[in-house]
């Protein structure tokens, strides 16, 4: 039985800011997060040279009034993460207007007044609006009982306040408006809140919105991946714990009091482990929380939330550019593109859920800014537009992927109309859609908003920190004041005060949680030509199959510039092997020369296994197909296949561009197994895996299944080829690691 003051569910901003204040404040803290990176929609991945940013484009403020410079000073954020202010708002493009909205209350005033002069009155009036609700939003009570008493006095002591919430952002834009062009260009960014001006929240879209404008746009250098690790740091340099790819199974109560919560390894659910505590802060989205929960306290909560309606969910489509995109003649950080179809802002709403050959979307180009995502001379840039999980549930594997190339060079092609020149030098692109962000955050619907931002159920009518059950609070965008990286910092540090003040005995002492996936550098073996083996002590309770991966993270890397510290690797060893082996090529990136500086005994952590790359039961023979490194998954393969079916014709052709670069090819090559066929294609000397290589070596082609492992056009121009051989797709299995 382990003991702390407060546990959290969850590793988004607002869990960790929580941890990281009450960690601050002496408590005992542990933290407890599915993925095997903190930050939930605050992180970054890394494809190929490019540090891809998940979800920020810009963090709103830092200004006077703005609620998350004393929390920065408190946790001295503003001490460690590096804030870099974009351009300008925002640059808007519609069928009739070409507009930049600059930052500042009177650059925008002048702006908008100088292009609408015959709109002068209500322009002042409208800023005056937001802007009076950010000062106000400072001084209004936090607490529910607060605000019940508040209640009669807000008309006077918060006049902007109670302005807008008598109408929507739609209503207000056509009260004080005439002209369709300035109310499209007055909501232009409604997507990093919500779908539709006749249902936001003007209150929330007014702080927000003031504080763009009021202290400008600001991105976090390196991606906001920092933020989350800086706040790890927080935590665990104040005694506390994050405890990484551990998900949470149940919320413990007794007598309808919350007493702590149970969880398994993300990745190996075989054993559960239980910990208590005086406090539960679930940084998750409620509705799962309700499922956590025993019968009876889960229905007192479905009685709070199960009405409440979930907001909209963004596709982002990331792109790692050849170059920077402001040299092909772009000038602005970040423009949105109005489809054809959008002639008012009555129009928003359909049109969120409209063809994407017409739909809104941003193109926010990191290269206007010292982003540090990308080497030097190249660049990220991100598309993001509303997305809908329903739009995509019912898809098969196929179909799913199929419609996302569509919708990616749909926009490639819109995004080219403007950029002149840009899809010539797209280097590489992946697209995240609603289902994914499920995937990985585990939001109902794909949503990184939590409930939707509607009059209803915003400002004193959002989710408060604490719950109906005595001891569980909420963090995040589920909860107060909403979603978004300010709404979701401001929630963990006001919920992390009001918890810290229920703390009656805080511990001390309490020693760290063994987390299991600890392990140490045994040797490092040079296995090819630029090519290291790490051979790694196993883990307690590491269990895998053959053709698994798992993530390795190095602690401490000696370098970390444009890169990130983990990736996702092959299992070499077979699973009899009492060590856990690696294979990878070196190159310039940080993680690589971090490995190559490693030493014996240097502990790194592994999260796994992953992963379902194996052969499947079949009468007919195997055929390996194989790129360069795509080597390390077949050597634990064709070990099993020597095992369990020993008579089985196996051919591995395995490709490389010179013979000193093939990972394990002296191994391979006293291969004593009769029924293995081991050929090596050296494309230095002679010409590539094709259809004549294909006709010489395997006798029968339908005799055999095909196992494809390499870059993306490798794969993809060998299936075609195995096609033209009447190879029938269900006989070619694809592993792209391009």
Request: aromatic share 12%; hydrophobic share 40%; proline share 4%.
């Given at each position: 039985m382990r003991n702390f003051d407060t546990i959290i569910i969850g590793g988004g901003l607002g869990g960790l800011v929580a941890?990281?204040?009450?960690?601050?404040k002496g408590n005992k803290v542990v933290l407890l997060e599915k993925h095997y990176i903190p930050g939930g929609c605050a992180t970054t991945f890394k494809r190929k040279e490019f540090v891809m940013e998940v979800g920020l484009h810009e963090m709103d403020g830092l200004c006077e009034h703005d609620a998350k410079l004393d929390i920065f000073k408190f946790l001295e954020i503003d001490k460690h993460i590096d804030f870099i202010q974009v351009p300008e708002l925002f640059r808007l493009k519609t069928t009739k207007t070409d507009f930049v909205h600059p930052h500042g209350i009177t650059e925008t005033m002048e702006a908008l007044i100088d292009?609408?002069?015959?709109?002068?009155?209500?322009?002042?009036?409208?800023?005056?609006?937001?802007?009076g609700v950010l000062s106000e939003i400072a001084a209004f009570p936090t607490d529910k009982w607060k605000q019940n008493l508040s209640k009669p006095f807000v008309p006077v002591l918060f006049p902007n306040i109670f302005k807008a919430s008598r109408k929507t952002v739609g209503e207000w834009l056509d009260y004080l408006f005439t002209d369709e062009e300035l109310k499209i260009i007055l909501q232009a960014n409604?997507?990093?809140?919500?779908?539709?001006?006749?249902?936001?929240?003007?209150?929330?879209?007014?702080?927000?919105?003031?504080?763009?404008?009021?202290?400008?746009?600001?991105?976090?250098?390196?991606?906001?991946?920092?933020?989350?690790?800086?706040?790890?740091?927080?935590?665990?340099?104040?005694?506390?714990?994050?405890?990484?790819?551990?998900?949470?199974?149940e919320i413990i109560t007794d007598n309808g009091i919350c007493k702590g919560v149970s969880y398994v390894d993300s990745f190996n659910s075989s054993k559960k482990i239980t910990l208590y505590g005086q406090s539960v802060i679930a940084n998750a989205a409620i509705p799962l929380v309700k499922k956590l929960l025993p019968r009876g306290e889960s229905d007192k909560l479905g009685k709070k939330v199960d009405k409440l309606k979930t907001a909209c969910s963004l596709l982002s489509i990331y792109i790692g550019f050849k170059k920077e995109i402001k040299d092909i003649g772009n000038k602005h950080y970040s423009t949105f593109i109005t489809g054809k179809n959008v002639n008012s802002i009555k129009d928003i709403h359909a049109n969120c859920h409209g063809e994407w050959k017409d739909k809104n979307f941003v193109f926010v180009d990191y290269s206007q800014i010292d982003a540090g995502l990308a080497p030097k001379g190249k660049s990220f840039g991100a598309i993001c537009s509303a997305d809908y999980y329903i739009d995509w549930e019912h898809l098969s594997a196929e179909e799913y992927q199929a419609k996302k190339e569509?919708?990616?060079?749909?926009?490639?092609?819109?995004l080219e109309e403007h950029i002149p020149g840009i899809k010539a030098e797209?280097?590489?692109?992946?697209?995240?859609?609603?289902?994914?962000?499920?995937?990985?955050?585990?939001?109902?619907?794909?949503?990184p908003y939590g409930f939707a931002q509607t009059p209803e159920q915003a400002g004193m009518g959002r989710t408060p920190f604490t719950s109906p059950i005595?001891?569980?609070?909420?963090?995040?965008?589920?909860?107060?004041?909403?979603?978004g990286f300010t709404g979701a910092?401001?929630?963990?540090?006001?919920?992390?005060?009001?918890?810290?003040?229920?703390?009656?005995?805080?511990?001390?002492?309490?020693?760290?949680?063994?987390?299991?996936?600890?392990?140490?550098?045994?040797?490092?073996?040079?296995?090819?030509?630029?090519?290291?083996?790490?051979?790694?002590?196993?883990?307690?309770?590491?269990?895998?199959?053959?053709g698994q991966y798992?993530?390795?993270?190095?602690?401490?890397?000696?370098?970390?510039?444009?890169?990130?510290?983990?990736?996702?690797?092959?299992?070499?060893?077979?699973?009899?092997?009492?060590?856990?082996?690696?294979?990878?090529?070196?190159s310039d990136s940080s993680y690589k020369q971090s490995v190559k500086a490693l030493e014996i005994g240097d502990k790194s952590r592994v999260f796994g296994p992953m992963g379902q790359f194996s052969v499947a039961p079949t009468s007919k023979g195997i055929v390996f197909l194989v790129a360069g490194i795509g080597i390390t998954p077949i050597l634990p393969i064709l070990k099993e296949l020597k095992i369990t079916s020993p008579q089985k014709t196996i051919y591995l052709i395995y490709s490389n561009r010179f013979e000193d670069a093939a990972a394990y090819h002296l191994q391979l090559l006293e291969n004593n197994n009769p029924n293995f066929n081991y050929v090596p294609v050296i494309t230095s000397q002679e010409k590539r895996i094709d259809k004549a290589l294909l006709k010489a070596t395997i006798p029968v082609f339908t005799d055999f299944q095909y196992y494809l492992i390499g870059t993306r056009k490798f794969v993809k121009e060998l299936s075609t080829t195995l096609t033209t051989l009447n190879v029938g797709k269900e006989d070619i299995k694809v592993d792209d690691f391009g």
């Open positions: 941890g990281a204040t009450l960690a601050k292009r609408f002069p015959k709109e002068t009155e209500a322009i002042t009036k409208f800023i005056a609006l937001l802007e409604l997507v990093y809140y919500h779908d539709d001006p006749y249902t936001m929240s003007m209150i929330y879209f007014a702080t927000a919105q003031a504080g763009y404008i009021k202290g400008g746009g600001h991105f976090i250098k390196g991606g906001s991946q920092k933020l989350s690790n800086y706040l790890v740091e927080v935590i665990e340099s104040n005694g506390g714990q994050v405890l990484l790819g551990k998900s949470v199974t569509e919708v990616a060079h749909t926009l490639f092609d819109r797209i280097d590489y692109y992946e697209v995240g859609t609603a289902k994914t962000i499920q995937r990985f955050t585990s939001n109902p619907e794909g949503t005595k001891n569980l609070y909420f963090a995040g965008a589920w909860t107060f004041p909403g979603g910092i401001i929630s963990g540090f006001l919920c992390a005060l009001k918890v810290d003040k229920k703390v009656k005995v805080k511990q001390s002492d309490l020693s760290l949680i063994d987390s299991g996936n600890t392990l140490e550098l045994l040797r490092k073996i040079e296995i090819a030509k630029n090519t290291l083996e790490l051979v790694y002590s196993r883990p307690k309770d590491f269990d895998y199959k053959v798992a993530i390795l993270e190095l602690l401490n890397p000696k370098y970390s510039e444009i890169d990130i510290p983990h990736r996702a690797l092959s299992l070499v060893s077979h699973p009899s092997e009492n060590v856990l082996r690696f294979a990878m090529r070196y």
